[in-house]
């Protein structure tokens, strides 16, 4: 599937919009704040049923409109049906009943079911954080891919989040003297069993990644960083109680080793009134040569080994689903022109690419002649004549 056709409805900046997308590259042009991100956004939205900038769905939608809406018309390269993903959000005074609604062809789905039917991969400044920002972001990054590749662990996602909400709830009314402990043990077991499986979700994902990003790097990187020994590895918060980590990482050892923690640091989590021990703990761990790559590599260095991570992402999506729409938001203002042209020459043998940039004239003639360039401006798009 490629996305022939984007319709926006009350979204974001946009009264009324429609992009046209090419099978390859198209390029979105204008100046900061007109809206370029928006467009990134409700593509993605489309396609994950979520926004990768915000939690409250409200906030998608046009100041002061009922509701708003995203749809995807998709269309397959082979010949065959192409499909209508549709995501309707309601505004913070929606009309009565209306609920957001996710539907493929008219009928309603689970967003955790989108992933089948399509994906994305995006790239956003904030990327250039992931491996210096805090562990929340590279928690992120794969739970991202997580959820796009494996209805099961989506629904563990969204399942493990209530869990640790209810469980530090009842951590905090217990330190308030409000509750007994008694109550934790349901909690310790539905964290112990979701947290194994998102935990083994994780290390599998953490091991298919780190198996390909060696050749990535090295296809991306200036000829000064190639043959960088480049290392992913997955800090979990479960210490000794999982001394059979080193024998193969077997899922089935993960739950009692949780039950083990959880026993072990009760007395603390009482004390703090929040859950010490789960995924929500854990971090991807980079290393160059060794070395933690946030205190240890160049900025330069960093890039290239975020860059080899989302082309690792985009193959690792499109092994086992359909192939993702790359979505890269002002890639080339974070990036120096080598390692910009690499990249995109890279994403465009890929499939189907979408990039906003503030000048197109950072692509270089040759391409810019082959490919759309989309003008934005005041909540409207408008094709442009192409380089002759």
Known sequence: ???????????????????????GLTIVAG??????????????????????????????????????????????????EGAR?????????????????????GLARRSGSLGETVRAVLFRPEEMLLLVGSPSERRRFLDAILAQRDRRTARDLVELARVLAQRNALLRAIRREEATADGLAFWDDQLAVIGARVTASRLALVRELGARIGPLHDAVAPPDELGDAVRLGYADSLKDAWPERDAGEDGSTLEPAFRRRLAAVRQKELWNGVSLVGPQRDDLVVELGGRDVAAHASRGQQRTIILALKLAETDLLGTDGPRPIVLLDDLFSELDPERSARALDLLAERGQVLVTMADPSAIPVARRAR??????????????????
């Open 371 to 388: 490919v759309p360039i989309w003008q934005v401006g005041d909540g409207r798009l408008s094709l442009t004549p192409r380089v002759a």
């Open 85 to 105: 993903v549709e995501t309707v959000v309601p505004g913070i005074e929606p009309p009565a009943g209306l609920r957001k609604r996710v539907s493929v062809n």
């Open 1 to 23: 599937m490629r996305l022939a056709r984007l319709a926006l409805e009350q979204f974001r900046s946009y009264e009324s919009a429609e992009l046209h997308l090419d099978p």
């Open 31 to 80: 100046p900061n704040g007109a809206g370029k991100t928006n467009l990134l956004e409700a593509v993605f939205v489309g396609v994950t049923g979520r926004s990768p900038r915000t939690v409250a769905d409200h906030e998608l939608v046009r100041h002061g409109a009922p509701f708003g809406r995203v749809r995807l018309d998709l269309a397959d390269p082979a010949g065959g």
